[in-house]
């Protein structure tokens, strides 16, 4: 099994006619990812790689019933893009754009609650289900199928710890990029109950960071909710006090509220295995399996 994304996805690519959107579709369509419409506005009869495109979402949803979207939109942009897609009904939605402006976000995230749509991002490299569909724009070849669901807010350090587990012959059920912004649309304790419920997934790979408290959160849920084994890698933890690290979101308050060393602390009082580097991360995954 898997989730959110797998052969039974209808996908719509906003933002399809731009150079990453058509860069993008390609590769999603040789993953055999079932890309079904783009959406360009003034753009209306056009193909992208066989794909045909629209003016609005809602048109190509009433050709095409779609039930997941990716944006290749800027930042600028993606509140009206996305607003359209939950205000279509589409049950999914990925965002891709990283700096988009807070106060959209926050809109955005409500919206999408309001709506019971699944809101993904911003500044996410998307979701893949290997063997199965993609949505994003992670390369795809460094992926294998097995037991390892993997939810991550840095792109870099999930292609890293992915690529690691491949090459040990250690497979992935789903693999999510929630984002590094501010306020993302569903942040670790969003994706936990998927993870939990999925057959396939046996293990939980959860690669947090300094910033926010979204560690923290997920932490208190698996204490009381998750069976599964959860291993954790916190990056950041030589970053100093009130500066933003590389993502909007990674930053430690003066208190030193959002630093790595009390997110590892309430993991670890959660049962959580704690790893120090991406490297560490194959091995706490086989000793998770093995069930020691």
Known sequence: ????????????????????????????????????????????????????????????????????????????????????????????????????????????????????????????????????????????RIFSEGPVGVMSRSATNAYETVFRLTREGIGQSTVVGVGGDMIPGSAFIDMLPYFEADEQTKVVVMIGEIGGSEEERAAAYIAERCKKPVIALIAGKNAPKERSMGHAGAIISPNGEGGAALKEEALRKAGVLIAESTSHIPALVRRALAGK
């Open 1 to 140: 099994m898997s989730f959110l994304i797998d052969k039974s996805t209808r996908l719509i690519i906003q933002g399809i006619t731009g150079r990453e959107g058509a860069f993008h579709c390609r590769q999603m369509l040789d993953y055999g990812t079932n890309v079904v419409a783009g959406v360009t506005p003034g753009k209306r009869g056009q193909t992208v790689e066989g794909v045909p495109v629209y003016n609005t979402v809602r048109e190509a949803m009433e050709e095409h019933d779609a039930n997941a979207t990716v944006l290749f939109v800027p930042p600028k942009f993606l509140y009206e893009g996305a607003y359209e897609s939950i205000s279509s009904g589409i049950p999914l939605v990925i965002t891709i754009s990283e700096g988009t402006p807070v106060l959209d976000m926050y809109r955005l995230y409500h919206f999408a609650r309001a709506k019971g749509v699944r809101l993904i991002g911003p500044n996410s490299f998307g979701i893949i289900s290997p063997g199965k569909a993609k949505a994003g724009f992670m390369a795809h």
